[in-house]
């Protein structure tokens, strides 16, 4: 059997972003995905696959079986009813954490496109929030500090410290993944606010910040810790390759 494709998104920047880029072809554009989402997809049998912007959500997704929403910067808040005023006017390809505009839509798209397909979804920090947003969700536009530290001072890979443990809702994906709790990493400082339509609050620290949401009748788990990014397992890109897995077998018995 064909191993399922599983999509991974990206960002785009300027190549003189790079330290010791060429100055000749530093105005030139790169796609800059995060190589430890393929290893990790590969390693639980999944074919990684990088999305650029110009692969259009309508035509790529048939293609897939699978699809992550990564992290990175903070979505518009224009698209989720926030604040204008902290946007920056700087292009995106110039300073890899201002506002993508370009970024946002497509991923939006994504997300309706996979839904759309029946396809598994998984969303990561920054993705869990366009997922959101996606589904007419707000966010929180700027975490207060208090006991839990959700932009850690660690670096990556980690597996996160015991202040940051995740509470998981009996039934869920999330509890079957993991049990009824977890410690996990944390590199984030905006939320869920309200939720997007249909979506169910799965996991939330002490603090009572929301770090995992899935979707009614939908195979979608978003996460607002880093799975690439844990020193050890984390199951949930296993469970997304099993969930393609499934879904690539089923599609092909079909047109056999």
């Not at 397909?117 to 997922?131: A, E, K, M, S, T």
């Amino acid at each position: 059997m064909s191993k399922p494709l599983i999509g991974i998104t990206g960002r785009r920047y300027q190549l003189d972003l790079v330290t010791g880029t060429d100055p000749r072809y530093g105005g030139m554009w790169t796609d800059s995905y995060m190589s430890a989402f393929a290893i990790r997809i590969a390693r639980a049998g999944g074919v990684p696959v990088h999305l650029p912007y110009d692969a259009a959500a309508e035509d790529v997704v048939p293609w897939l079986s699978g699809v992550v929403i990564s992290g990175g910067q903070d979505v518009h808040p224009g698209r989720w009813g926030g604040d204008t005023a902290v946007v920056r006017d700087v292009d995106p390809r110039t300073d890899a954490a201002v506002h993508d505009l370009e970024r946002d839509a497509y991923e939006t798209g994504l997300v309706h496109q996979a839904l759309e397909h029946d396809l598994p979804v998984l969303g990561v920090c920054r993705g869990l929030q366009i997922i959101n947003v996606a589904l007419g969700g707000t966010l929180v536009p700027d975490l207060p500090s208090g006991p839990v530290r959700h932009l850690s001072p660690e670096c990556a890979p980690t597996d996160g410290t015991p202040d940051h443990t995740v509470a998981f809702q009996p039934g869920s994906i999330v509890a079957r993944l993991f049990g009824a709790r977890a410690v996990t990493n944390s590199w984030h400082h905006q939320a869920v606010d309200r939720s997007g339509e249909g979506l169910l609050v799965t996991g939330r620290t002490s603090d009572g910040v929301v770090e995992a949401v899935e979707l009614r009748g939908k195979p979608l788990l978003a996460v607002q810790w880093h799975p690439e990014w844990m020193a050890g397992p984390d199951p949930t890109l296993e469970w997304l390759v099993a969930e393609a897995a499934e879904r690539l077998q089923s599609r092909t018995a079909k047109t056999r």
